[in-house]
Nanobody, 124 residues
Framework: QVQVVESGGGLVQAGGSLRLSCAASGRSSSNYALGWFRQAPGKGREFVAAISWNGDVTWYVDSMKGRFTITRDTAKNTVYLQMNSLMSEDTAVYYC?????????????????WGQGTQVTVSS
């Protein structure tokens, strides 16, 4: 399985930006993908974005298009989530996860491994 570790969270003011990193290691299927989820206090885990490793195809929740951008660096085995124009509603623990396939990426159960999460706090 692919193992993932997130980093880059922190405290920012509304309107600011953060870039989260997800470092991946281990073996995977040929069509695996990496995704970002978030979980706010008292809420369920919410899909944010995902990217296919081989084809560099991306998926986003509509409400985050234009503000969040997911990219990958294959040489570094790292996926990034660039978050701009942050709002207080974006406050959550952000998780990186690895999936062995590129279908059902909005569903947490699709993913085979998860990081421990990194806290993002946006002050209003």
């Amino acid at each position: 399985q692919v193992q993932v570790v997130e980093s880059g969270g922190g405290l920012v003011q509304a309107g600011g930006s953060l870039r989260l990193s997800c470092a991946a290691s281990g073996r995977s299927s040929s069509n695996y993908a990496l995704g970002w989820f978030r979980q706010a206090p008292g809420k369920g885990r919410e899909f944010v974005a995902a990217i296919s490793w081989n084809g560099d195809v991306t998926w986003y929740v509509d409400s985050m298009k234009g503000r969040f951008t997911i990219t990958r660096d294959t040489a570094k085995n790292t996926v990034y989530l660039q978050m701009n124009s942050l709002m207080s509603e974006d406050t959550a623990v952000y998780y990186c996860a690895a999936s062995p396939r590129t279908l059902g990426l909005r569903i947490p159960a699709t993913y085979e491994s998860w990081g421990q999460g990194t806290q993002v706090t946006v002050s209003s």
